[in-house]
């Protein structure tokens, strides 16, 4: 299983950036996929959630309204629009593969991309 999530940078508060999350090794359509995010000094947090059809999404209170998810299943990628940036979404984002649970908690997930960092200055 292979997860490669790029897109990440610096940018000013207010701005946008769309994160990406190229998956293989692994019936991706088949899965639910999850985004999370550690910001300097903290730990991991759960940011937006997706069922294999995007029918069902969740988001984190801190970025309801701004974050949106979306995923491509012919084309095995996950994304994370983000737009309204602040300060406090600077961060490593992470996407993951859910195996099961509930879908904020990052137990519930097997596989682990290895984050982009996103930068937001004021």
């Known amino acids: 299983v292979q997860l490669q999530a790029f897109g990440g940078g610096l940018v000013q508060a207010g701005g946008s950036l769309r994160l990406s999350c190229a998956a293989s090794?692994?019936?991706?359509?088949?899965?639910?996929m999850g985004w999370f995010r550690q910001p300097p000094g903290k730990e991991r947090e759960f940011v937006a959630f997706?069922?294999?059809?995007?029918?069902?999404?969740y988001y984190a209170p801190s970025v309801k309204g701004r974050f949106t998810i979306s995923r491509d299943n012919a084309k095995n990628t996950v994304y994370l629009q983000m737009s309204s940036l602040k300060p406090e979404d600077t961060a490593v984002y992470y996407c993951?593969?859910?195996?099961?649970?509930?879908?904020?908690?990052?137990?519930?997930?097997?596989?682990w991309g290895q984050g982009p960092q996103v930068t937001v200055s004021s």
């Open positions: 997706a069922t294999w059809d995007s029918a069902i999404t």
């Open positions: 993951a593969v859910r195996r099961g649970g509930t879908y904020s908690d990052e137990n519930s997930y097997n596989y």
């Open positions: 090794g692994f019936a991706f359509r088949s899965h639910s």
